[in-house]
């Protein structure tokens, strides 16, 4: 693999080191050389190189066999630092480890413990403490009783069942290595990609290592930090384990990946961040990359942009479309759908799998002579309480839709309590017995068109317009209501090609022909519930993925122009 000499140094650098450098700088292909490098120059001796995601551990380990060749590959780890660790674990602890729970297991006890405890706060605090409390080394309980409660009682469940979640894993495998309970991984190299997002857990691991004679290399860049709400320790981490190791502090200057005009307005916005590590950043390619700034009224006007664009495009799979949330990214996918854009969502739900589009899939599917599962979650959809749906559900388990809701009539004692929840049952009712007749007679659109309608009657604004949205995509296919169900909701699925879609964060590490920032505006990105330096961040690394072109977008409707296009200075 090619190096220019600032990365060739750190390839074969002896000692500890950190390479602390730009974004498309050759962090990643330094790294991988150098556990190629490792593995050829020394006869003994085992390389460990983790990563955050399992995607890039994968990408990271095909990268280092391309370059050594697979005749080493028995003495070279690669992996997320979970996946590491609970190998680690598991090697030294014959039994005791207890089960790994499932992350959706998680949420549901951690929902347990909120409902017992602590209601009156957001379910989002108690699993920020919990979090909080795993990813660091020296905690401070948090101020509230019920949310320490809930905390607590998390912890004694996990033991009580057995179990442990994922981020125990970490704290484990430190707590042993500190204890001498455990060695260390039988490595003689330790490699860190994405180093600026560890925290404090994962830190004192890479420290443990360390001080059992492995040699620790640390790639990362501050700038592109964007967990802090994860803990991430950043700028100040990667400073702090450099000095407790000593490590060679290096650099790598030459941006390989977007032209010469993109990397200095890049730069320009980052400027605006305070303490950063000092990084030097010159483009190789002194190309001019054609950026466009668009502003339109609102987000479907955004998204519907988005789509004629790149479907006029001869080249529409060199582009990739990035948002700050990834419910933004709805309407961008429907809009795709609308024109028969192949696309796919990387790392979030398709539109199809959340809850507005469930639900009127779920509802559809029901009226097709599908399960009675559908109807259910439509009646939680529209406000029914939790428990009377489960107990409705209950009544004829093994009849039709229709049967079942027969058999529950407007004085039924499950009903007699609320009004409202009575008028809506009489409404699907009847609605019901409508649309299976009409389904019997092959009208989809028919059904397709009063489903969203008795849908949208039920719900905020915002979702009545994604209903709409869905209905045409619906009424525009052909085929029986099921044919149609069953396509729309597993075409998304099917397709891993065309233009990609996803959040900023997923696309860290990542670069990509041409990009497109979409909801640049105040609010949305910086976002009202994060910093203004992380969202500068966040802003930074999408502008930074584009090898040729960016166009940044954003909707009057939502806010003002994001303050990023000003100050890095975009062409107006
Ligand atoms: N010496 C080089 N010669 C040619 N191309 C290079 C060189 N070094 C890196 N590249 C290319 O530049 C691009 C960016 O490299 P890489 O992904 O390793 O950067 P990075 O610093 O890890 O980026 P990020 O900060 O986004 O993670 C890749 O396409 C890579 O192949
Ligand atoms: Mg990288």
Redesign the pocket.
Known sequence: ????PY?ERAVIANGHCTVL????????????SRAAYLLEAYEQGRVCAVTFTRDSAEELKSRILTTCGHANASRLAVGTFHSIALAQLRRNRSSGLGRLISEGERLSLIRRCWKQHAKRHSLESVIQAIDSSKSKIDWQPVESAAIMAALTTYGELLHAEGAIDFSDLMLKAVQDMNTKSAPPLSVRWLLV??AQDMDEVQMEWVKAHARQGIEVTL?G?DD?SLYSFRHAMGYAGLKHISEYLSSAVMS?P????SPDNIVQHANRLISYNADRAPKAIEA?NKLHGAIDIMRVADRWSEADLIAAHIAAKSDRESWTVLGRTNSMLDAVEVAFVERNVPYYRLGGKSVWDKTVGSTLMGLLHSVAGGSWTGLANTLFFCGMAPALVNDISRVLPDATCLERLDAIDHDHPLLENSKSDREMFASIQEAMRDWVQQDRLDRPALVIHAVSAWLAERTTEENATLLQRLEGILCRMNGRLLNRVVTATTRCKSISSGTPIMTLHAA????FSNVWIMGAEEGNLPHVESTPEEERRLFY?GM??T?GQLIVSSAASEGAESRFIEESELPQ
Do not use: H
């Open positions: 693999m090619e190096l220019n990365q450098a730009c974004p498309g700088s050759g962090k990643t292909r330094v790294l991988a990609d994405e790639v860049d592109q790598l030459i941006n390989y990946r190789f860290k590490g990542l670069e690394v930074t993925r090898k």
